[in-house]
T-cell receptor, first 114, second 111 residues
């Protein structure tokens, strides 16, 4: 059972480039999330999804886009990368929304924008 | 907006000493979760507390949820080097249903 799988693990982007962070889960969870983690700042919610075809903004959505065409996949798109987007990105999924059940996190993507 | 504050931000202890991290919310929580993140790793769920005044134990770890459901603590007895990492609380707002993470407490254990 793979859980939540994120790719790539590491990426370096130049300012203005674009990329997609991939996330897939095999637990049949309806709820999926993208967080970014900056040193000493905890986890900030970027976008979340309550099921296929439904997405919504979190605390820090600017500069990002998401889609949810299937239950399994929840890719995060960065358009026109900026140095402020240098961070560690975690995808997560859960069986119920909010904190009703544990969040299962992927291994993370470490992104540097220079 | 709702905030979940966690203190201290960092803690260095000698192996065998106890450790406590505190989590405080500006609003009432319907539940609180705790996660552990090893250096270079991802957050891993430890436990969830739901009831006012609830206390749960996992071996050397003791978790408490305050009577007013606005604060929580994690206490580790006799720390070991395997306890190194960052501990996060995450509370669900009773008002909004949204899950908010604290900033985390990073624990270093000197052998």
């Amino acid at each position: 059972n793979a859980g939540v799988t994120q790719t790539p693990k590491f990426r370096i982007l130049k300012i203005g480039q674009s990329m997609t962070l991939q996330c897939t889960q095999d637990m049949n969870h309806n709820y999926m999330y993208w967080y970014r983690q900056d040193p000493g700042m905890g986890l900030k919610l970027i976008y979340y999804s309550v099921g296929a075809g439904i997405t919504d903004k979190g605390e820090v959505p600017n500069g990002y886009n998401v889609s949810r065409s299937t239950t399994e996949d929840f890719p995060l798109r960065l358009e026109l990368a900026a140095p402020s987007q240098t961070s560690v990105y975690f995808c997560a999924s859960s069986f119920t929304p909010g904190g009703g059940s544990p969040l299962h996190f992927g291994n993370g993507t470490r992104l540097t924008v220079t | 907006g709702q905030q979940v504050m966690q203190i201290p931000q960092y803690q260095h202890v000698q192996e065998g000493e106890d450790f406590t991290t505190y989590c405080n919310s500006s609003t009432t929580l319907s539940n609180i979760q705790w996660y552990k993140q090893r250096p270079g790793g991802h957050p891993v769920f430890l436990i969830q507390l739901v009831k006012s005044g609830e206390v749960k134990k996992q071996k050397r770890l003791t978790f408490q949820f305050g009577e007013a459901k606005k604060n929580s603590s994690l206490h580790i007895t006799a720390t070991q080097t395997t306890d190194v990492g960052t501990y996060f609380c995450a509370g669900t707002s009773s008002n909004t249903g949204k899950l908010i993470f604290g900033q985390g407490t990073t624990l270093q254990v000197k052998p």
